[in-house]
């Protein structure tokens, strides 16, 4: 397998999930807005679109906690592209009082049962091949989702012994119970990933290249923990033993407990790290470039007693970094990858990145502390890297530097040979003439928006991951002006 990687060159993109999206169902999803905004971007002369995580969320719609590591969300899934398809009627697009979610999930169902009676001998064999391209993970997700819901949503430790034990009398009986619901699962998962490819033919013919994002851990709230339980440290009743976070840093006192399971690494290097190699199998379906969320988790992670309330009690342990990266190297050959290494980064995980050819991260927001050898400031960034004003964890730039005290701006506008004015755009501009091959701008800061639009405030579980633009935001000249300094700093479309 070619690399495909998207640091070939100079480039510029933009970080924008699809649910922050404009439409008319409460939520981005992946239909025609997905389209419209490819087009904005070429018009500008990005040639890279940047995603947070695609799967399932789970109840505080993280998109980094998500219910399966292979599965789409069915959220952004278009209702106008199943009406396009014939699987919708209009009048079942007329939203009336219903919630959101409940709308969308009746409107799939709907979609299911015009398939199952109507779809013709091609959509079946396409529907039938899907199943059979993606065996090793889509009966257990659906299997799992259709039981969640049986059981009120509860997480499947919590479900009675057999089913969280996987006994499989109990489990084939219960599966049968909810056939029909496993079987709707399944056609949602076919249905986003054939949309989500239509999606990436549709940009990809215009230049322009999707780059994900992959958690480094799954939640323990997934399909792939309840299925595979020997790959995590978790005991026999479900229980976990430690769990994933960072100490204190940038962003917490007390560090963040994020909750996450942590890897068997002796079982899962025995089979030559068969569960990732399907998991980056998956990624490299849906993207060109994908980056590894928490890299530096690879070389040592971040290991926080189950029964601690805070990350503070926790404690380094060596990770499988190395061996695993060489497995996922030895199958596909070269990895088209980027590595988040922010937060506490040690020679070794340098090392480690470095060792792969791995492009680290360089974010402007993080520059400006009065050190001229501070690795963030555009003067000290290599090309091989990805620079970014700021991430969807950090304020919009907008708002970061309204945070600043009044030395603080002042040190920021004398590097940047700026105005408080023209804060954010001249961050952007900072981004653009990096020696880093890509310069990756969230969507917030090429607007200019302040801290009321960011998208998450790490550490809270209120009012994240909701955001989204509209297009009466959008200047009418702002395409013009960045297609001029895309241009002129030789991050263009056409090189």
């Known amino acids: 397998m070619e690399s495909r990687t998207v640091l070939d060159r100079r480039r510029a993109g933009v970080l924008l999930h699809p649910t922050s999206l404009p439409g008319a169902f409460g939520s981005g999803d992946i239909g025609e807005a997905a389209f419209h905004f490819s087009g904005f971007l070429r018009d500008c002369g990005f040639s890279v679109w940047q995603t947070l995580p695609l799967g399932p969320p789970c109840s505080q719609l993280s998109p980094y906690k998500c219910k399966s590591a292979h599965a789409g969300n069915p959220a952004l899934i278009s209702l106008e592209a199943l009406l396009a398809d014939g699987l919708l009627e209009s009048k079942q697009l007329k939203r009336g009082k219903t919630a959101q979610g409940i709308f969308r999930q009746h409107r799939l169902n709907a979609a299911w049962q015009n398939f199952r009676a109507h779809a013709g001998t091609e959509e079946i064999a396409a529907l039938e091949r899907f199943e059979a391209e993606n065996s090793h993970w889509l009966h257990d997700f659906c299997s799992y989702t259709a039981l969640q819901h049986a059981h009120k949503g509860k997480a499947w430790w919590q479900w009675p012994t057999a089913l969280r034990d996987r006994k ?18 399944r056609f949602q998962q076919f249905i986003f990933f054939r949309q989500w490819d239509r999606l990436k033919q549709h940009v990809n013919k215009m230049g322009i290249q999707l780059f994900g994002d992959m958690p480094l851990f799954v939640a323990e709230d997934s399909a792939e923990v ?15 033993e430690v769990v994933a976070g960072v100490p204190p840093d940038y962003f917490s006192a007390d560090g963040q407990r994020w909750g996450n399971p ?15 190699v399907k998991r980056m199998q998956t990624q490299l379906q849906l993207f060109d ?12 992670q971040w290991e926080i007693p189950a029964k601690a309330k805070t990350a503070r009690e926790g404690c380094w342990v060596k990770g499988r970094g190395e061996a695993l990266l060489g497995a996922l190297q030895s199958h596909f ?14 020679p070794e995980v340098h090392a480690l990145r470095e060792h792969f050819g791995l492009p680290g991260m360089q974010v402007l927001q993080f520059a400006f ?6 690795p963030y400031l555009p003067h000290n960034h290599v090309p091989e890297s990805v620079v970014y004003t700021g991430t969807h964890d950090n304020n919009t730039s907008a708002g970061w530097f309204s945070e600043q005290d009044k030395q603080g701006r002042a040190r920021i506008c004398e590097y940047l040979d700026s105005k408080p004015e023209k804060m954010p755009a001249a961050l952007v501009r900072a981004a653009l003439t990096s020696v880093s091959r890509l310069a990756i701008i969230p969507m917030q800061d090429l607007l200019g928006l302040d801290s009321t639009h960011r998208m998450n405030v790490p550490g809270t579980s209120r009012g994240n991951w909701t955001w989204r633009f509209s297009w009466d935001q959008v200047p009418p000249e702002l395409a013009g002006h960045m297609r001029e300094l895309i241009k002129l700093y030789g991050r263009g479309l056409n090189g």
């Open 226 to 240: 309840w299925a595979g339980r020997e790959q995590f440290r978790i005991d026999d009743r479900g229980h976990l």
């Open 262 to 276: 942590h890897y068997h690494w002796s079982h899962m290097e025995a089979d030559g790290f068969d569960w990732w």
């Open 333 to 346: 050959h070269k990895l088209p990858l980027v590595a988040e290494d922010l937060g506490h980064i040690t």
């Open 168 to 185: 499989p009398s109990a489990l084939a009986a219960s599966c049968k119970d909810l056939a029909d619901e496993i079987a709707s699962q």
């Open 289 to 300: 470039l994908v980056r590894i969320d928490h890299f530096r988790g690879l070389e040592a």
């Open 369 to 374: 502390d009065g050190n001229s050898e501070n």
